[in-house]
């Protein structure tokens, strides 16, 4: 059976997490890939304040189809997440512990993951129809000119993910 | 001679990539559904489930099966007997652009490849044309998707390399890929031509009908090899392991110079989203 999860996700329950267990989360969670991210790690290098508070928090890496009128989202599976090594461990470093993307992850990430014992989910890819069944709000909240990369915060309920990587460096590929 | 409107050219286009984007082919999922049932590895098994059930909620409730609506390809057969008094390719793009917008499907084309500026409509399309008898026109639509297209890759082998060099360099592209690719997949190979015509060929292979086989023999007797050994890669459904990791091998072949073994590798997603209508051409009065 999938373990349940709410978001924030408390340290008990993230360092719990194995590699290979299946998940469902509910709560609110942020969305930000390429764009988005080398946006809000030059702000934290001109020590400008982050679009949100990244402490505790959930990223992840999607870009929507467009709503239509009587859609709360469009499909929305998760993008690759290599793309995002480069910037997650100066996200980690200011309080962010849970990452959900697809694909393996670089040897710096996992690094910075276990000394910030964050996790690392993985959505399955090509489920832009089912994850978008399980998101009942979507707001844009910062870049609204990045488009489908724009941060949303997104409040969902029980969005199936896989632990790819747990707090300790354990990983699935 | 014959001709087709440039409307029904635009509408048809517009039509096909928004039923693409939310429909997979029926006997591409019979095959997804025979593969889960066979799937042994518990994780796989669950992802081909969530995989089937996708498409279902797609159909049922026209979303998109994928975020990544793609690049749009189109390759056209075009009857010798056909004429177009207007822009063949500005009409496709023109139906690529109505599709994107009013089918809500992502616009993921940049202007260039270095100022990365969103063209906003997913336009150009990238179009490849072919002219066949008749006085029919065969379009082939795909978004294909960039998870998949970014693992594809190229070779120049050496003729001395033979048939084991094409399977080994198959074989690493499909393990370089890994989870990035979005398996199970459909594994589209071109070998023979040149530079470009090794990769036109491997992405018409992933346009072929999912149950058919090669033309010849030696393609046919490569296509089951290739199939068998990368199943046993144990990459499986999105990279978690198991023996799905391609529903499908097609291998497309041309003759080449005596000094050349060109290999590619197209990689085709489980959101294998395609399209094919033929139109027939009008008759225009007074010609012969
Ligand atoms: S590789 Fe295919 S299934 Fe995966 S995200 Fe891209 S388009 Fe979707």
Known sequence: MEK????????????????????????????????????????????EKLPFNVDQQVIYYVGPTPAKPNQVIGACGPTSSYRMDAFSPTLMKKGLKVMIGKGPRSKEFIEQLKKQKAVYLLAIGGLGAKLSQTVKENKVIAYPHLQSEAVRQLYVEDFPAIVAIDSKGNSVF | MYTIERKTIVETIKDMFIDSAYHLGEDFVNKLKSSQEKESNQLGKSILSKIIENQEIAKNNNIPLCQDTGVAVVMLEIGRELIFDY????????????????????????????NRINTLDNSPAVIHYEFVAGHQLTIHAAPKGGGSENMSRLKMLTPGEGEQGIIDFVIETVKLAGGKACPPLIVGVGIGGNFEKAALIAKKAIFRKINDQAENEVDQLLEEKLLKEINHLNVGPMGLGGETTALAVK????????????????????SARKSEVILDGKKIENSN
């Open chain 1, 4 to 47: 349940k999860l709410k978001t924030p996700i408390d340290d008990h329950t993230r360092e719990s997490l194995i590699a290979g267990e299946e998940v469902l989360i509910s709560g609110y969670i942020y969305t930000g890939r390429d764009a988005a991210h080398k946006l809000m790690v030059e702000s934290i290098i001109k020590g």
């Open chain 2, 251 to 270: 291998v497309n072949s041309y003759p080449c110079h005596i000094a050349s073994l060109p290999v590619a590798v197209n990689l085709q997603c489980h």
């Open chain 2, 87 to 114: 822009d063949l390719e500005e009409a496709i793009n023109a139906g690529v652009r109505r599709g994107y917008m009013d089918g809500y499907l992502r616009k993921s084309m940049v202007k260039h490849p270095i």
